[in-house]
């Protein structure tokens, strides 16, 4: 079938799930023809106007670790050291391999990545494995994640919309401990992780086919979500992550790689590339609003991040630095002289790194253009009596603003459920902005049958309790990560997100988890306007299985349009 044939067809799938969010389950066998697996990605295509999830499936093979295993690897060679003596309390079988979580906290094994196209409502047309070390005919590119790092393998589309981009590890599957590991260009001796192992940031076209561009960015800690400035002849990519696994001090490329990137495309292959030092785009530091300093490059733990009308956007929703919150980056200087603000009109994109005084570097860190949106808390979470916990976001439009919100996932006790149940900005919180007063507001937050704290089942996984946390395996809803959306003609906006849980596992980022949809009236600004927008569940990950992304196929417009 003709991409123009097919195009009244996807139409039709939208809007079917936009006006009743019914997982749409029949879809003609001309259309999944078209986005077949592929291990090289020479055959898939992407097609404008559906989704593509993200998903990690783990190996699960019980030699992946061996009980009795000193971690974290190569650990007697740094400063940092091993955990306790008695080494791994868990073989690497699922999901009880994540029970050495307890044991060391860096703990984690890489895993392969699929890329599923999927209906808006939810029903899979194809999927494409992402290139790693398993792959029959694996030659040399390859990209996997860590299992189970909860805040990886974001998508997005980049600034023109042809492409999706998103990160992971240059490493062979099943590697312990990677999403700890340094990168070779920045090593911290007091990272106990001894490995060395680049980040890199994936793009796929609509033909699904990937390019790789390796970075040191983010050493001891993980990347989280990368966007392709392809517009005007650009080929840069924007990072956001976190870094350090070590000491304080840090050494300069942790902290220079740490939060926001800009990296410069390549079209080499990974073995032929020879990154360098990172850099930065762009910096916060709480000093910006009075309070005293922290850990540098710790205010830069970011998480989530969007472009909207040539300004860059990001998240920080974990860690006891900084402030969870929603930034920008103010590239005209002008935006917010005292650390909260509003985009100037005629602000543009970065194109350059963040210019920085080496000699001072580990004295007063980056220089700060990050700007908090007004009406986003301002309160560091040091001195915060609450916290919210943004993830995801996206704009409707120029004054509405979706922000996911994942919980405070807690696990600290039998009431780990109830305590999901009751939080009363976990989900998806909608921001309105007032022109006049030129501050953001929450308007309401949406979660209605979301099932926050709800106990759900998964096919083969382990009923009772966790013998090592003496909580029940079931997982539930705890609130979203990553999302996208769309606005149809009617002004009623759909927004596809992907749930984070709460359990008795070892590591709660290894519970199967969901795609989630609802609809929500543009126009509205209360919460009585929305008393009866409901989520729906379109997938649930299955046993081994997560869910990690959710963006529009490439070649879709910025709006879900093609």
Not at 443 to 451: D, E
Request: hydrophobic fraction near 35%; include cysteine; charged fraction near 15%.
């Amino acid at each position: 079938m003709k991409t123009e044939n097919l195009r009244p067809l996807v139409r039709n799938l939208i809007s079917a799930a936009s006006i009743s969010l019914v997982p749409v389950t029949l879809i003609a066998a001309s259309t999944a023809a078209l986005a077949q697996p592929s291990d090289r990605g020479d055959d898939t295509h992407f097609q404008p106007g559906l989704l593509v999830v993200s998903r990690s499936v783990y190996d699960n093979l019980p030699s992946n670790v061996q009980v009795g295993t000193v971690l974290p690897p190569n650990c007697a060679n740094t400063q940092g050291g091993c955990s306790a003596s008695t080494g791994a309390p868990s073989d690497g079988r699922y999901p009880y391999v994540w029970n050495n979580d307890g044991y060391d906290a860096s703990f984690g094994i890489t895993s392969r990545i699929f890329l599923d196209q999927t209906t808006p409502g939810g029903a899979v047309v194809g999927t494409l494995e992402v290139p790693n070390s398993l792959q029959h005919g694996f030659a040399h590119d390859q990209l996997v994640t860590s299992f189970s790092s909860k805040s990886e393998l974001a998508l997005n589309l980049s600034t023109d919309g042809q492409y999706l981009t998103f990160m992971g590890y240059v490493a062979p599957v099943n590697t312990v401990d990677v999403s700890n590991s340094n990168t070779p260009g920045v090593t911290d001796p007091t990272n106990p992780v001894g490995q060395n192992v680049y980040r890199a940031i994936a793009r796929v076209d609509r033909n699904g086919h990937f390019r790789f561009t390796e970075t040191n960015a983010y050493s001891g800690n993980n990347g989280r979500a990368a966007i392709l400035n392809d517009s005007n002849g650009q080929d840069i990519i924007y990072t956001a992550g976190n870094a350090g696994n070590g000491a304080n001090p840090q050494p300069d490329g942790v902290i220079l790689g740490a939060g926001a990137q800009i990296v410069d495309a390549s079209k080499l292959h990974e073995g032929q590339q020879n990154p360098g030092t990172p850099a930065p785009v762009a910096s916060f530091s709480v000093t910006q609003l009075g309070a005293k300093a922290d850990k540098l490059g710790k205010d830069d733990n970011f998480r989530g991040m969007t472009v909207f009308n040539n300004v860059l956007y990001f998240t920080k929703g974990s860690g006891s630095n900084g402030v969870n919150t929603v930034y920008f980056v103010d590239t005209t200087g002008t935006a917010c002289p005292n650390g909260v603000g509003v985009p100037a009109a005629h602000a543009t994109l970065p194109t350059t790194p963040l210019a920085y005084n080496a000699a001072t570097l580990q004295t007063s860190g980056l220089p700060n253009n990050m700007c908090i949106l007004a009406g986003f808390p301002t309160t560091p979470n040091k001195s915060a009596t609450t916290l919210s916990y943004p993830f995801g976001l996206w704009f409707a439009d120029a004054n509405t603003l979706y922000v996911a919100d994942e919980g405070d996932g807690y696990t600290g006790g039998a009431d780990l459920y109830t305590h999901a149940a009751a939080q009363p900005h976990a989900g998806l919180q909608k921001w309105i902005y007032n022109a006049g007063t030129k501050t953001w507001t929450l308007a309401y937050t949406l979660q209605a049958s979301l099932g926050l704290g709800t106990q759900y089942t998964v096919k083969d996984y382990p009923s009772g309790a966790n013998p090592a946390t003496g909580l029940p395996w079931a997982p539930a809803t705890d609130g979203l990560r990553n999302l996208t959306g769309r606005v149809d003609n009617d002004g009623t906006a759909t927004i596809w997100a992907i749930t984070s849980t709460v359990s008795g596992n070892g590591d709660v980022g290894a519970d199967p988890n969901k795609l989630v949809a609802i609809r929500d009236i543009v126009k509205n600004a209360t919460a009585a306007g929305a008393s009866q927008e409901k989520f729906v569940t379109l997938r649930t990950a299955g046993y081994a299985e997560v869910l990690r992304g959710v963006s529009f196929a490439p070649g879709t417009d910025l709006n879900g349009r093609f």
